[in-house]
């Protein structure tokens, strides 16, 4: 079965880029959604088919796609910007996730 | 605004059936082709996908559950619920609802209940 793989974490300095990564095979050929999880919060969605922002996402949030990476890249974090998150793929009919990453901003 | 709210048994016995209900609002389960997923997180754990449904009542659940869920929509109430057979701690989990969007090959969730824990213990 397909298999998307995060680092268990990342960490960042205020004001700082941070990037998250996400691992899978020819995952460039698939588009990739993500996800914020906060403490004690359901999942809300930042960034979907690659690099596209919902409505009401902050601009500092960015994706990109190639190869067997995806990239989650938050720009000037914020510490409200401290969570787990979440990728997310779609192989063969199934939904798949990746393990998430916990960002910590400090 | 569109808003999903999960309910049902908190607390199931081994082997009995878990029933959970997400209740719509702020617009129509049969409006705009969106599936209506189940996604389920046990504590402190990742997130798994269970299945979806659409209004007209097709179903694709993961092979992995697939032999003791049960799926169905309500369209007069709104609603859609789930239903897990044979149920051991191992589905003791925060249970979510959320509205999927479907395009070129592509698929997200958005936006999600605020999920509901079901703990399996006797």
């Known amino acids: 079965s397909y298999e998307l793989t995060q680092p268990p974490s990342v960490s960042v300095s205020p004001g700082q880029t941070a990037s998250i990564t996400c691992s899978g095979d020819k995952l460039g050929d698939k588009y990739v959604s993500w996800y914020q999880q906060r403490p004690g919060q359901s999942p809300l969605l930042v960034i979907y088919?690659?690099?596209k922002r919902p409505s009401g996402i902050p601009e500092r949030f960015s994706g990109s796609n190639s190869g067997n990476t995806a990239t989650l890249t938050i720009s000037g974090t914020q510490p409200m910007d401290e969570a787990d998150y979440y990728c997310q793929a779609w192989d063969s009919g199934k939904v798949v996730f990746g393990g998430g990453t916990k960002l910590t901003v400090l | 605004q569109l808003q999903l709210q999960e309910s049902g048994s908190g607390l199931v016995k081994p082997s009995q059936t878990l029933s959970l209900t997400c209740d719509v609002s702020?617009?129509?389960?049969?409006?705009?082709?969106?599936?209506w997923n189940w996604i389920r997180q046990p504590p402190g754990k990742d997130l798994e996908w269970i299945g979806y449904i659409y209004q007209s009542g097709n179903t694709y659940y993961n092979p992995s559950l697939k032999s003791r869920v049960t799926m169905s929509v309500d369209r007069s109430k709104n609603k859609v619920s789930l239903n897990l057979s044979s149920v051991t701690a191992a589905d003791t989990a925060v249970y979510y609802c959320?509205?999927?969007?479907?395009?070129?090959?592509?698929?997200?969730?958005?936006?999600w209940g605020q999920g509901t824990l079901v703990t399996v213990s006797s």
């Open positions: 702020g617009g129509s389960i049969s409006s705009g082709g969106y599936s």
């Open positions: 959320a509205r999927g969007a479907a395009e070129a090959g592509t698929y997200w969730f958005d936006p």
């Open positions: 088919q690659d690099n």
